[in-house]
């Protein structure tokens, strides 16, 4: 599938604090424009959305988020799974879950491998349709984790309608937690709801030690950010890998 001009993937790694275990690398796109140079996912996807490109873009988005997934097995890597960023536009379309189904199969991936993030806002609109695509994703086997974990508008009533199995929580609380006794308290909560509802709860932007320290004081397992490693280009994860003692695949 032909990448639309200048856009690319790059993949950060999401660790497991418990046992310095890679738990999944997250996709991110990047536009690299030729006059403007990069252009940031905050500008370029409401433009993608406003010009109808967003089937396209998360179409391409999967295939090459699963192609590289099947790649890195084959050179060996141990990556147990792949997220990919949706937007709500994606599931509001009803073949979403075959066009899933059919990227798995033709990169020779299983369900299990792929974990969809997604946001809040596709319970906004009350089409039912976004609810539908999510449950048959879920009955496939496909992981949902829920994006940007505690910044939304709408009560937490949404967790009992969407069967997603786990939460990102976002970054603005872990950029206060040194700081800040109300972000260390909500962290806390988060994570406390997320093990009530049996969720995985991954921390966003840990950019510090100290914020690595209090998450896992608290009891989170699962890290991303900065203080790991950026998102970076595919042919880097190896040697990242490598620096980390995470080789051989299994490991
Ligand atoms: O919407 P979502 O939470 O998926 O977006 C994650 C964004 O945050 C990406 O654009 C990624 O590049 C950025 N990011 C990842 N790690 C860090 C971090 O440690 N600090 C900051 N400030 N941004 C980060
Ligand atoms: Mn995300």
């Known amino acids: 599938m032909q990448a639309p001009g200048g856009l690319e993937l790059h993949y950060q790694p999401q660790v497991d604090l418990a046992t310095g275990r890679l738990h999944g690398v997250e996709a991110l796109a990047r536009w690299r424009h030729q ?14 959305e406003e010009c109808g490109l967003m089937g396209a873009m998360g179409r391409w988005t999967l295939d090459q988020a699963c192609r590289q997934l099947a790649q890195w097995r084959r050179d060996g890597l141990a990556l147990p799974a792949v997220s990919v960023n949706l937007s709500t536009s994606n599931f509001h ?9 059919q990227t798995l199969a033709c990169r020779g991936l299983q369900p299990s491998d792929l974990v969809l993030e997604l946001t809040e806002s596709i319970l906004l609109d009350n089409r039912g349709s976004a609810l539908q695509t999510v449950e048959r994703l879920h009955a496939m086997g496909v992981r ?14 949404y967790l009992r309608r969407l069967p997603v199995t786990e939460l990102k929580l976002d970054q603005s609380f872990v950029a206060d937690l040194e700081h ?3 972000a260390r308290a909500l962290s806390a909560a988060i994570l406390g709801i997320g093990n009530s509802l049996g969720l995985t709860v991954v921390a ?4 510090t030690d100290a914020q690595k320290d209090i ?5 989170y397992r699962v890290a991303q950010g ?3 490693a950026r998102p970076m280009p595919p042919g880097e994860l190896p ?10 695949a299994g490991a």
């Open 35 to 48: 006059g403007l140079g990069a252009i940031p996912p905050t500008r370029f996807i409401p433009l993608a």
């Open 93 to 101: 379309n009803l073949e979403l879950p075959v066009m899933v189904e």
């Open 144 to 157: 949902l984790s829920m994006d940007d974990f505690g910044t939304g508008y709408s009560s937490l009533s």
């Open 180 to 182: 800040a006794p109300t």
């Open 204 to 207: 966003e932007g840990v950019e």
């Open 215 to 219: 998450l896992q004081a608290q009891g």
């Open 226 to 228: 900065f203080r790991f």
């Open 239 to 248: 040697d990242w890998m490598a620096q980390q003692g995470m080789t051989a």
